[in-house]
């Protein structure tokens, strides 16, 4: 069965991804960007024959998503490969809402891998965070598990709005659930500091969830903390991600998804890239409009990717300890009629 109906992608948005290895020796962090998210969408229900429901293929959707990976890149690049497509297979199934299909289709993988890992006389230990978002024209569904954040709405004020809510031991509600669940959550890392009479330790490092010691509250995989059998405690790290929907707003520059390579160089305070963001991209356009940056994708996309760049750079300079940065992803979405700038690859507008 073929659709007549056209596919659109929005034009009016530029997306970039950037990575950054940091000074770590292995690259664990993963991100992916669909833009035109219809064309995946309209082949997917023709290959399964799941016509349902019936798609308004006018209506510009996009897919993005940043994961963090940690003891390993192996779940990492599990879930990245497989997470399209589960969160397509789950919206055709009923309710076909999409915050209810990324909180499914993150538990199903979570299922798979733990089940995949029972199975292997060598089971993998690594896990992942992953931040994952539909953008379904001006409203936005986002499903998170860890501290990868999402910012919204960096206008030109500086202001910025912070989609999800970090998944960490030190939050309270995180606190209570995981000694509930028979985990402790305290610090692994102190530091002495000098006193009257004697030393003083003080908290240096995050606090961490044990058994495990994760600096996270939920992810996906992390076998040794959640199972049993591998020294873990069920129930204490898990894998129920947060969900949001919300409208974007018209004044609202750049959706920005992150690492925590990022986020805690700025201190989780989105309005600190405020200013890099708008400075590097229209620094950015300039120069690709005049044919000194030539990327291998779009004219603006090339802007998008180079104003992410920017952005990594920005947090890495500010890293308090440099030998011990973290790798650093961001994706970059520039909303083009907001910047008010003129879209580079629409032949009338490049001259």
């Not at 229209?282 to 120069?287: C, D, K, M």
Request: positive net charge.
């Amino acid at each position: 069965m073929k659709f007549k109906q056209q596919t659109d992608s929005n034009e009016d948005i530029a997306f970039g991804t950037f990575s950054h290895i940091g000074k770590r020796s292995s690259q664990e962090d993963g991100a992916l960007v669909v833009p035109n998210f219809n064309e995946f969408l309209m082949k997917f229900q023709c290959y399964t024959g799941n016509h349902s429901p019936p798609l308004d293929y006018t209506i510009p959707r996009s897919f993005f998503a940043v994961l963090d990976g940690h003891a390993g890149s192996s779940c990492m690049k599990f879930v990245k490969r497989k997470i399209v497509s589960r969160v397509t297979s789950e919206y055709l199934l009923p309710p076909h809402c999409w915050a209810e299909s990324m909180r499914r289709a993150i538990l199903s993988l979570e299922h798979e891998w733990t089940s995949i890992q029972k199975a292997s006389e060598n089971p993998d230990d690594s896990g992942t965070t992953i931040t994952v978002c539909v953008l379904e024209g001006d409203v936005l569904h986002c499903a998170w598990v860890g501290d990868s954040p999402c910012y919204i709405n960096f206008e030109m004020s500086g202001v910025a709005t912070e989609v999800t809510s970090n998944h960490r031991p030190d939050n309270e509600i995180e606190r209570n659930r995981i000694e509930a669940a028979g985990g402790m959550v305290y610090n692994k890392e102190f530091a002495t500091k000098p006193g009257c009479f004697l030393p003083k330790k003080i908290k240096i490092g995050p606090s961490r969830v044990f058994p495990g010691g994760l600096a996270v509250s939920r992810s996906i995989g992390d076998l040794k903390s959640k199972l049993p059998e591998r020294g873990g405690r069920e129930g204490t790290v898990i894998a129920d991600p947060g969900l949001k929907t919300l409208t974007i707003p018209k004044d609202a520059r750049f959706i920005v998804v992150c690492t925590d390579g990022l986020s805690d160089n700025i201190d989780n305070d989105p309005g600190l890239l405020a200013t890099c963001l708008k400075k590097g991209f229209y620094e950015n356009y300039n120069s690709v409009k005049e044919g000194y940056f030539k990327g291998k994708t779009s004219k603006m996309n090339t802007v998008a990717s180079l104003t992410a760049e920017r952005a990594v750079y920005f947090g890495m300079n500010r890293c308090k300890k440099r030998h011990t940065q973290d790798n650093v992803t961001v994706v970059v979405l520039c909303m083009l009629q907001a910047l008010n700038v003129k879209n580079l690859d629409n032949n009338n507008n490049n001259s």
